[in-house]
């Protein structure tokens, strides 16, 4: 049995470290890849966040809600890339 964490670490920083991740791929992926390629990099760029966001929920070491952890800051990221991805394909449409 082990024994509890005096101060355990807040586990919220890490999920939004995944979701500012995902804007800063998001962003990069619309600004610098032709548009015919945008899907296939976005689908890159949220299975990065996926192994980042386990690489990062790991490393807190508390296996307490860890699925929760995990699901959260991935799906924040599908959220976030695809907000991203509706602005710039609005912007391909308006832009002609």
């Known amino acids: 049995m082990s024994t509890p964490d005096l101060a355990p670490r807040r586990t919220f920083g890490g999920i939004v470290a995944v979701w500012v991740l995902a804007v800063v791929a998001g962003v990069l992926i619309g600004l610098f890849v032709p ?31 860890f699925i929760q952890r995990m699901a959260v800051s991935t799906l924040g990221a599908l959220v976030v890339l695809g907000v991203i991805t509706m602005g710039f394909g609005l912007a391909a449409l308006v832009s002609g």
Not at 35 to 60: D, K, P, T
């Open 35 to 65: 548009a015919g390629w945008r899907a296939q990099w976005v689908s890159v760029a949220l299975g990065g966040c996926v192994i980042v966001s386990f690489a990062v929920q790991l490393w807190y070491g508390r296996s307490q809600a």
